[in-house]
């Protein structure tokens, strides 16, 4: 039974570095649906072996579910820092996909809308994705990112809160709530929305700065 773990778990690794040559994913999807279940590769995150776990947080990404979205954000914290870069993607590859294909796809148009400032087309889209489809918390929080960009920030708030309630790991929600209260001078609330972000994913280098100049300003305000 050890020698066939052993081999079942270096197979997954031989894939994994196939696929970091060829960049082939739809074999390394094919190979791995053949060989391991989601609830397997969810339990090999937290393997001792970086490369396993690199490799299984990799797979989750692509052949996960909604119910996954909590084992990749634990991974964010992982000590190798290339779990948590690989954790990073699978985390929004699966937010996107949480409550199916269809989904994903119009919430890829309606970002498509908001990166090109088409913030009229993109809250119309997205109107109808959270109608559809409510407890789809990465649509919510796109539905705060053109407040955010239409200077509407107590909506921008209200809605990143709706993604959080929806899926507390999700970092982006808790920056985008953090720059809201910046933006409206609430520094006190920003400093706690960044730690949140920072608490859950730790390599965002850019938060952490934020942080430290929150900190220092509010103990400057503090001086007597």
Known sequence: MREQRCEKLSQLVVWYRNFLE????????????????????????????????????????????AGSIGVVAKCLQDPDRCVR???????????????????????????RHIDGHRYGAAAELLE??????????????????????LGQYGRAIRLSRRAIELSPH???AHTLEARCFMETEQM????????RSFWVNPSQLVVKGY??????QLRTNDSP
């Open 188 to 195: 006190d609330k920003a400093l706690l929305s960044f730690e």
């Open 85 to 111: 870069l690989v954790a990073e993607i699978a985390f929004a590859d699966l937010s996107r996909r949480q409550v199916g294909v269809n989904a994903g796809r119009l919430l890829d148009v309606a970002r």
């Open 128 to 149: 109808q994705i959270t109608s559809e489809w409510p407890e789809f918390a990465d649509a919510w929080y796109q539905c705060a990112v053109v407040s955010f960009c």
């Open 22 to 65: 060829d960049g082939k994913s739809a074999a390394f999807v094919s190979c791995v649906s053949t060989r391991y279940g989601v609830a397997t590769l969810e339990r090999m995150t937290q393997g001792p072996n970086n490369e396993v776990r690199r490799a299984s947080v990799l797979a989750l990404g692509m052949v996960g579910n």
């Open 170 to 172: 999700h970092f982006p």
């Open 211 to 216: 942080i430290d100049a929150l900190r220092r």
